[in-house]
């Protein structure tokens, strides 16, 4: 368990890393939208 926790971890750093900006992104795509809808 412990090698496989490793090896999902050492995988997940890249993806963590895109999923972070997509998540930023995405953030900065709902706070325009918002400030559109409420302005």
């Known amino acids: 368990r412990r090698d ?3 090896m999902y971890y050492s ?3 890249d ?3 895109e999923l972070s900006g ?3 992104s995405f ?3 709902k706070r325009s939208r918002r400030a ?3 302005g």
């Open 4 to 6: 496989g926790r490793w």
């Open 11 to 13: 995988l997940n750093t």
């Open 36 to 38: 559109a809808s409420c």
């Open 22 to 24: 997509l998540v930023e």
């Open 15 to 17: 993806v963590i890393e």
């Open 27 to 29: 953030r900065l795509q």
